[in-house]
């Protein structure tokens, strides 16, 4: 007969092995996902050609947004990429900004005389794309297959019909409201003051119509061109540079025989220099010497 506790330990140990192969078969599969979704980026933009399909819809006016944030494998590269199929799509690029993010910078020791700087760093770009509203969905798709790893993606559209109306009858109301206004001046040019107020009222209001219409010049303007935000940046990258090492001057210091030799020559100098300036003085000498040859002669008559 078998001892009673190996069966609570087969038990056991059945268990463990089933919710091990459950986790890896869950961390797989999570990770196949994962990596599938990033092979076929497209499949996130929806297809918005049933807007223009759709009998509801077909007289509706879309103002479409795109904001993403993302990896890639090499910024400089995939900006000029992004360049070429915005103009491929009719569209522009109305801002950018490239730039380098420094993270770690050291210095390293590697001979007397020498250091190398290590760096390292991020590549970032911000790009403000505007294309056509028709063509934002296969722009994104092109852009989105160059992904490398996802931080957050989102795409907005919003009806601006509305707006446009509300905006075209507030303008025609000013229109008629400033035909109207102009006739109450001809009947009254007879009375200066009121005809003046009733300019400076209808200049308030053909302002105000006038602001109206440049409100609806934009709306339509982001209809017809859907804003792109996209923010790009690479792995961390590492650059290394030597660079002399300007602290430290021992190793181009002389060795002895060359400074003594260079204190020889300095000594020779110094001597030829005051040699020279003695020598600018040579009228004193000159008289010094014939007044002592007379003092020395007379005083030898004199002895």
């Not at 000029?80 to 801002?95: C, M, P, W």
């Not at 005389?113 to 722009?139: A, G, H, K, M």
């Not at 540079?241 to 021992?250: Q, R």
Request: glycine share 4%; net charge neutral; proline share 3%.
């Amino acid at each position: 007969m078998k001892p009673s506790f190996v069966y609570p330990v087969l038990v056991l140990l059945s268990a463990s092995i089933f919710s091990i192969s459950c986790t890896n078969g869950t961390e797989k599969e999570s990770a196949n996902i994962a990596l599938e979704m990033i092979a076929d980026s497209t499949s996130i933009i929806p297809n918005n050609s049933n807007l223009t399909k759709n009998e509801a819809l077909k007289n509706k006016k879309f103002i479409r947004t795109a904001e993403s944030k993302f990896r890639v494998k090499e910024v400089k590269q995939t900006t000029q990429r992004i360049h070429d199929l915005t103009n491929k799509y009719g569209g522009y690029v109305s801002s950018m900004s490239l730039r380098s993010e420094p993270s770690v910078s050291k210095k390293i020791q590697i001979s007397a005389d020498s250091l190398v700087e290590v760096e390292e760093f991020i590549v970032r770009n911000e790009l403000t794309i505007r294309v056509p509203n028709q063509q934002l969905d296969s722009l994104l798709r092109e852009v989105f297959k160059m992904v490398d790893y996802w931080d957050n993606c989102e795409l907005k559209t919003d009806d601006a019909s509305l707006l446009i109306l509300g905006n075209s009858l507030k303008i025609k109301r000013l229109e008629s409201f400033s035909d109207r206004n102009k006739a109450n001046i001809d009947k009254k040019k007879g009375n200066i003051t009121i005809a003046s107020e009733a300019e400076k009222d209808g200049l308030a209001h053909d302002n105000q119509a006038d602001n109206y219409k440049i409100d609806q010049q934009s709306i339509e303007d982001r209809v017809n061109f859907s804003v792109v935000n996209l923010q790009i940046y690479q792995a961390e990258s590492i650059q290394k540079t030597a660079i002399p090492d300007i602290k430290n001057i021992e190793p181009y210091r002389p060795n002895i025989f060359l400074q003594v030799g260079d204190s020889l020559k300095d000594g020779w100098l110094v001597f030829e220099n005051l040699l020279v300036f003695l020598v600018k003085f040579w009228p004193l000498w000159v008289i010094g010497g014939v007044v002592y040859y007379f003092v020395r002669r007379k005083t030898l008559k004199v002895s």
